[in-house]
C-alpha cells in the first residue's frame, strides 16, 4: 500500500504566499519523479510542477517564476511554494507520484502513477 499525504492548502489574499508539502509512504522501491497537478471547478486536472529524482524539474507556464517545487529524496517528500498567488491559482492541488513499490512475494512493480487526495488552494480576497 502506498499513501501521498498533503498538508498546507488553506485561504490567502492575492500577492500572498502558501507552501504545500506531501510525503509518500508504503512499499516504495523508488521514487522516479514526484509534482503537483491541479484542478480548478469546471476545468480539468493541470500540471503545475513535476520534479525528477536527479532534480529536474517542469512547470507549467502560468506558475513559473511564481512557485517553486523542491523535494526531499530521503524523506520521499515534495514541497511547493507558492508566491504571488492570484485567483487564477485557486483549485484542489493534487500529489503526483512516479513510483516502483515492492509488490507481491517481493516484487518490483512496473513503476505507475500514485495520487494524493487533494488539498484545497482559495485566493480570495
Known amino acids: 500500500q502506498v499513501q501521498l499525504v498533503e498538508s498546507g492548502g488553506g485561504a490567502v489574499q492575492p500577492g500572498g504566499s502558501l507552501k504545500l508539502s506531501c510525503a509518500a509512504s508504503?512499499?516504495?522501491?523508488?521514487?522516479?519523479?514526484m509534482g503537483w497537478f491541479r484542478q480548478a471547478p469546471g476545468k480539468e486536472r493541470e500540471l503545475v510542477a513535476t520534479i525528477r529524482t536527479n532534480g529536474n524539474t517542469n512547470y507549467a507556464d502560468s506558475v513559473k517564476s511564481r512557485f517553486t517545487i523542491s523535494r526531499d529524496n530521503a524523506k520521499n517528500t515534495v514541497h511547493l511554494q507558492m508566491d504571488s498567488l492570484n485567483s487564477g491559482d485557486t483549485a484542489v492541488y493534487f500529489c503526483?507520484?512516479?513510483?516502483?513499490?515492492?509488490?507481491?512475494?517481493?516484487?518490483?512493480?512496473?513503476?505507475?502513477?500514485?495520487w494524493g487526495q487533494g488539498t484545497q488552494v482559495t485566493v480570495s480576497a
Open positions: 503526483y507520484a512516479d513510483l516502483e513499490v515492492v509488490g507481491q512475494f517481493g516484487r518490483i512493480e512496473e513503476s505507475d502513477d500514485y
Open positions: 508504503g512499499s516504495i522501491f523508488r521514487v522516479n519523479a
